[in-house]
């Protein structure tokens, strides 16, 4: 059992998970309460990285973050290092290719909370902040632990996206998929399948996680559909 | 109507409003602790206390409360509902199904100095609104009657804890919708006895002849978006109650 590529992908996926909730949370919000043409840009923009193919994803990911172009060559210069081939970059990566996961959860999961619950806080004298906080993230609360659970699992389930933009470093950059498809090129099935069979444990975890708690994946008392 | 301060109405309302196939134009002031908005469903009652509260941004016209503009289409003002010195209770309103009772009821003091007061505040006024055997349980579990007297004991307290000397502005859409004459004269009258010690203003909607007359109000009738008249209960609602009384006889006629 490759341990170092498991600890590796898990301190990639709860990184990233950690990065989308803070991200995602006004995002989100933001979606479900807005309207018109820029919502539509957004909403689009965000949804990319589920059609987009994960090489095509990580080939511009790659450019961007390397010398070959003028913000890449920014954050050398800021960071040090050039951010492909690094763990930084990988976390860089997969913030963008899980963004869909984490957003659309969350989009689900406000636009189900009735209207009439924030106009009655902001009726007893809550600002939009505080009514957020106070009714509109409780009432939503399962599509928060949906959004962190995908997002989790589809992090440690990457593939395209780590191998053009991290390569296939032990240690660094090779996570536990990349570790797989290095053991079957060398055709050594035995420890293949170990691998494989964590990657799938994760998987049937993360999926009873969502249908099995109570009040997961439902807001408002109703469930929503947040694996669509 | 003049722009003196030292006779300030409570509140003066000069607004159009294009409803969908509708003008709403209104044009009033209050000046009495209870007024009671009336007339038909559609007529644009609830667009009014919307604006009112800051959830509807009229097409023009202006809204002042005393000596603080709300909203000025001319000037551009449009205070935010949390920054206006109203409290409102909508016709949609529904109590928080994340918090029990009690934490409904001091929900509208989570933003002043002083919490314990508004622990001691909800007691009370569950207490005479008949709630306490209920304070602790989710408002699913509650009858609609419950939820409608825990509705207005909500609203109360979030105006009673409200932190200015001035005391707010209560807008209540159909307060008593749901609730029989019985239940509502009960609740009306602790209602109006907590309104009455803390000096609380109320502005409320309502399409009911029956508990306009009982509110013993003044009211301002409105219909197709026009405000009709304005006075005393007995003066504006004459025709309204002969109807109504009309249709009791003959109701009674018919069941003898």
Redesign the interface.
């Given at each position: 059992m490759d341990f170092e590529a498991l600890w590796l992908t898990l301190r990639l996926a709860v990184g990233t998970t950690a990065i989308l909730l803070v991200v995602a949370l006004p995002l989100a919000w933001w979606i479900a309460s807005g309207r018109g043409a820029t919502r539509a840009l957004v909403q689009a923009v965000v949804a990319l990285p589920l059609v987009l193919p994960p090489t095509v994803l990580g080939f511009y990911l790659l450019v961007a973050l390397g010398p070959l172009s003028a913000p890449g060559r920014l954050l050398i210069r800021v960071v040090g290092h050039p951010l492909a081939f690094s763990f930084a970059g990988l976390l860089v990566g997969s913030v963008i290719y899980s963004l869909p996961f984490a957003v659309q959860p969350l989009v689900a999961g406000f636009s189900a909370v009735?209207?009439?619950?924030i106009?009655?806080?902001?009726?007893?004298?809550?600002?939009?902040g505080?009514a957020f906080w106070?009714?509109v993230l409780?009432?939503a609360r399962g599509s928060l632990l949906t959004s962190a659970v995908l997002t989790f699992t589809h992090t440690v389930g990457e593939f395209g996206v780590v191998l053009m933009l991290g390569g296939n470093i032990p240690g660094s950059t090779q996570t536990l998929s990349i570790s797989l498809y290095d053991k079957v090129q060398e055709f050594n099935y035995a420890a293949a399948n170990r691998t494989a069979l964590v990657l799938v444990g994760f998987s049937i975890v993360a999926l009873l996680t969502i249908y099995l708690l109570p009040g997961v994946g439902k807001a408002?008392?109703r469930r929503v559909d947040v694996v669509q | 109507m003049s722009s003196n301060s030292s006779s300030a109405h409570l509140l003066t309302v000069q607004i159009e409003h294009w409803l969908g196939g509708m003008p709403l134009n209104a044009k009033f002031s209050l000046n009495r602790p209870w007024t009671v908005l009336f007339g038909p469903s559609g007529s644009g009652k609830t667009t009014i206390l919307r604006s009112i509260?800051?959830?509807v941004r009229p097409d023009s016209g202006r809204i002042v409360s005393g000596t603080q503009i709300l909203f000025d289409s001319t000037a551009k003002v449009f205070v935010?509902?949390?920054r206006r010195p109203v409290?409102?209770?909508?016709q949609?309103?529904?109590l928080?199904?994340?918090m029990t009772v009690r934490w409904n009821l001091v929900?509208?003091n989570?933003?002043t100095s002083k919490p314990a007061e508004a622990m001691g505040l909800a007691e009370e006024l569950m207490a005479s609104f008949g709630l306490t055997g209920i304070a602790d349980r989710m408002p699913?579990r509650l009858s609609g009657g419950e939820q409608r007297r825990a509705l207005v004991a909500?609203?109360v307290v979030?105006a009673i804890t409200?932190d200015s000397p001035e005391k707010p502005l209560l807008?209540m859409d159909e307060p008593f919708s749901g609730l029989d004459i019985v239940a509502r004269d009960e609740l009306l009258v602790e209602l109006r006895t907590w309104l009455s010690r803390w000096k609380i203003p109320v502005l409320s909607v309502t399409h009911d002849v029956g508990e306009a007359f009982q509110l013993g109000a003044e009211v301002i009738k409105i219909a197709d978006g026009r405000i009709v008249q304005q006075g005393p209960v007995s003066e504006v609602l004459t025709e309204e109650r002969a109807r109504l009384l009309e249709q009791l006889s003959a109701a009674a006629e018919n069941r003898a």
């Open positions: 009735d209207r009439g619950y106009e009655a806080a902001e009726g007893l004298g809550a600002s939009a505080r106070s009714v409780p009432l408002d008392g | 509260a800051g959830f935010r509902p949390y409290r409102s209770a909508g949609t309103t529904r928080f199904p994340h929900y509208g989570g933003w699913d909500r609203a979030a409200f807008l």
